[in-house]
């Protein structure tokens, strides 16, 4: 039996978490740690999927035949690095069109990750495919009976955004529509930046995957979230899950990512239609200033716009003036900018279908 349990976000929300097998390499596990959970904890692998469901339709509108748009639709959300589900603002997005919304914390990530491990770690994007898998086969078998086959919405966040990115790509004719929050598709330096230290990187990678990679992250990423952020959103997230300073980084996962962002640069197949949410401009994060309520100071949104262009036929790149590297939770006006330009295309796109 579906074990569903009540999740951390409260009323209007259940986790359901699968057993992804044993984690048998030890250098991912910080033994020194003491554990309230046993020894052997730390080498569980599991992922947690999140699910909320929309409210059941009104009596009158049952007897119309009034639907609302997306009731045959259902999202799955990844999140980004050093980071979780918790908007619990987005998923009300969905399930108030009637979707179904559901979001994966991934293997080390938020829900998922437990006393002793290394957070956020994965040696190759492709390792995802197994709590990818497992969420949709659960969707699939959680799906009202009554209706034909549902529509599926991937709706990735940064990192989250490259791996379902490359998973659509490897899956061809599984994702109806592709929505990306700030995805992380190329690196910072830039692709000529990034081919000059990726030899560097698999190398420090190949003898030592758990060797620290140098990273400036003075906190103000989270501290422009704090400031202008939706409070019933920012109120809620957990700061050993999302921590102010990003997890640390290392030399094995940055290979992987870099991996990513080269399977992007030459070029991805995604057969559905993509819509790509950036901020209209970036700004670096030296010192702290009100510039940084404004902009996303995690990414180089040009090169991000310039790399989406390469996922797929059909890709719609939105830039937000004012918006945050998570566009949702960035301040009122941007964030309502995103809102409204994610509603355009979500309807568009469903009545194309009819």
């Known amino acids: ?79 980004g690095w050093s980071d979780y589900f918790f908007q619990a603002d987005l998923a009300r997005f969905w399930t108030l069109r009637g979707a179904r919304f559901f979001a994966l914390d991934l293997r080390r990530y938020g829900r998922s990750l437990r006393p002793g491990q290394t957070a956020g770690y994965i040696a190759d994007l492709g390792d995802y495919d197994a709590e990818i898998d497992f969420a949709l086969a659960e969707m699939r078998a959680s799906a009202p009976r009554s209706q034909e086959a549902r529509k ?61 990679i140098p990273q400036l992250d003075y906190g103000f990423y989270a501290r422009a979230v704090r400031t202008v952020g939706p409070a019933s ?22 290979r992987a990512i870099l991996a990513g962002h080269d399977s992007v640069y030459r070029g991805l197949n995604i057969e559905a239609p993509v819509c790509v949410l950036l901020s209209r401009r970036s700004a670096l994060p030296t010192r702290w200033s009100e510039e940084l309520t404004r902009a996303d100071s995690v990414l180089d949104v040009d090169d991000i716009s310039r790399a ?16 945050l590297h998570d566009v949702f939770v960035s301040g009122d006006v ?21």
């Open 308 to 323: 989406a262009l390469r996922l797929g036929p059909s890709v719609t790149v939105e830039r937000i003036d004012g918006a």
């Open 152 to 212: 599926l919405v991937l709706l990735g966040h940064s990192t989250g955004g490259l791996v379902l990115s490359l998973w659509a790509s490897r899956h061809p004719g599984i994702a109806d529509a592709l929505v990306l929050n700030s995805p992380w598709l190329e690196l910072q330096l830039s692709a000529r930046g990034r081919q000059m230290i990726a030899p560097i990187v698999n190398l420090g990678a190949k003898y030592s995957p758990l060797e620290g």
């Open 334 to 354: 941007p964030r309502a900018d995103a809102y409204a330009r994610l509603g355009r295309f979500a309807q568009g796109w469903r009545c194309a279908l009819d």
């Open 233 to 254: 959103d920012v109120e809620r997230i957990n700061t050993e899950w999302k921590p102010e300073q990003s997890h640390p980084v290392h030399a094995g996962w940055l």
């Open 1 to 79: 039996m579906i074990d569903w349990r009540p999740d951390v976000l409260g009323d209007g929300f259940e986790q359901l978490t699968f057993e992804l097998g044993i984690d048998d390499d030890p250098g991912l596990v910080d033994s020194t740690r003491d554990t309230q959970q046993g020894p052997l904890n730390a080498h569980q692998l599991v992922a947690t999927l999140v699910r909320s469901l929309p409210e059941p339709l009104s009596w009158w509108n049952r007897l119309t035949g009034r639907q609302r748009g997306l009731e045959d639709v259902d999202v799955l959300y990844v999140h």
